[in-house]
Nanobody, 114 residues
Framework: QVQLVESGGGLVQPGGSLRLSCAAS????????MGWYRQAPGKQRELVAT???????NYADSVKGRFTISRDGAKNTLYLQMNSLKPEDTAVYYC????????WGQGTQVTVFS
């Protein structure tokens, strides 16, 4: 059974940075596609970034140049480095891992306030 646990969310001012982590257990996460999604209040869940087992990345246009997705196979952990944060980045951020189905973490809250 795959388990994903996110951490690193919090409160930050516009222009600030946060790094989210997603610890995976139950599978060697480095050989499967993983990603980050987010859901803001009153909005649908949306893709933020994805990474393949080979390290190829894909980003939503709204975060390109500001966010970086990466993974550490030895630690079985996925990261999302978020720089130049904006109020519109405020959301619950979810980690995903895809193996036969999509597994989701419980989410971590990111709040960017001015």
């Amino acid at each position: 059974q795959v388990q994903l646990v996110e951490s690193g969310g919090g409160l930050v001012q516009p222009g600030g940075s946060l790094r989210l982590s997603c610890a995976a257990s139950g599978r060697n996460s480095s050989i499967y596609p993983m990603g980050w999604y987010r859901q803001a209040p009153g909005k649908q869940r949306e893709l933020v970034a994805t990474i393949t087992s080979r390290g190829s990345t894909n980003y939503a246009d709204s975060v390109k140049g500001r966010f970086t997705i990466s993974r550490d196979g030895a630690k079985n952990t996925l990261y999302l480095q978020m720089n130049s944060l904006k109020p519109e980045d405020t959301a619950v951020y979810y980690c995903t891992l895809t193996v036969l189905r999509v597994y989701w973490g419980q989410g971590t809250q990111v709040t960017v306030f001015s």
